[in-house]
T-cell receptor, first 114, second 117 residues
Framework: GAGVSQSPRYKVAKRGQDVALRCDPI?????LFWYQQALGQGPEFLTY????????KSGLPSDRFFAERPEGSVSTLKIQRTQQEDSAVYLC????????????FGSGTRLTVV | AQKVTQAQTEISVVEKEDVTLDCVYE???????LFWYKQPPSGELVFLIR??????QNEISGRYSWNFQKSTSSFNFTITASQVVDSAVYFC??????????????FGQGTTLQVKP
């Protein structure tokens, strides 16, 4: 597609529920990033994929967070047993090449845990 | 350690005023990139500029200009003759470009700019 598409746009989860957030990057983009943006804060890095390989997951806050990109295109960020502190906007970004070459961000998924 | 500081949390100006958004960064690397992004209420981060650490030339794009000063580790952003449509949250970001680096961005906390008619 023309841009990075994320779904759902909004998600309300009950505490303890598992959620899955989807990112459709721009076709052909090698690099894919997930960021977490808490209310009133800047985005914080979660994880990075180069094609299907997850090369950096140092930003994942706990083992409840898991991301995958099995075919090197669509990526899913899964959060198990959601907690209130997981409430945030989750942003996906993709880039044509590995490393720094300009990023296109999606509009994000706003997750609210109640 | 890498860090980006945007000391101004909120700025309010009247339309047609000039406004400067400050950004100070910290990095160990000699090679890095600096970015500015705009985040309107829709939530999407809109790319404004990327600057290589070796290029200290100031840049102007329409009403936007950027002042990169390596000596003070600052990369400030000025909007001339502000307009209501400039109202948004603006983020400064840093990416190190050393060997093996993934290019992940380190963002500041953002500056909310409100331009009143």
């Amino acid at each position: 597609g023309a841009g990075v598409s994320q779904s759902p746009r909004y998600k309300v989860a009950k505490r303890g529920q598992d959620v899955a957030l989807r990112c459709d990057p721009i076709s052909g983009h090698v690099s894919l990033f997930w960021y977490q943006q808490a209310l009133g804060q800047g985005p914080e890095f979660l994880t990075y994929f180069q094609n299907e390989a997850q090369l950096d997951k140092s930003g994942l806050p706990s083992d409840r967070f898991f991301a995958e990109r099995p075919e090197g295109s669509v990526s899913t960020l899964k959060i198990q047993r959601t907690q209130q502190e997981d409430s945030a906007v989750y942003l996906c970004a993709s880039s044509l090449e590995a490393g720094v070459n300009g990023y296109t961000f999606g509009s994000g998924t706003r997750l609210t845990v109640v | 350690a890498q860090k980006v500081t945007q000391a101004q949390t909120e700025i309010s100006v009247v339309e047609k005023e000039d406004v400067t958004l400050d950004c100070v960064y910290e990095t160990r690397d000699t090679t890095y990139y600096l970015f500015w992004y705009k985040q309107p209420p829709s939530g999407e981060l809109v790319f404004l500029i990327r600057r290589n650490s070796f290029d200290e030339q100031n840049e102007i794009s329409g009403r936007y200009s950027w002042n990169f000063q390596k000596s003070t580790s600052s990369f400030n952003f000025t909007i001339t003759a502000s307009q209501v449509v400039d109202s948004a949250v603006y983020f400064c970001a840093l990416s190190e470009n050393g060997s093996g680096n993934t290019g992940k961005l380190i963002f500041g906390q953002g500056t909310t700019l409100q331009v009143k008619p």
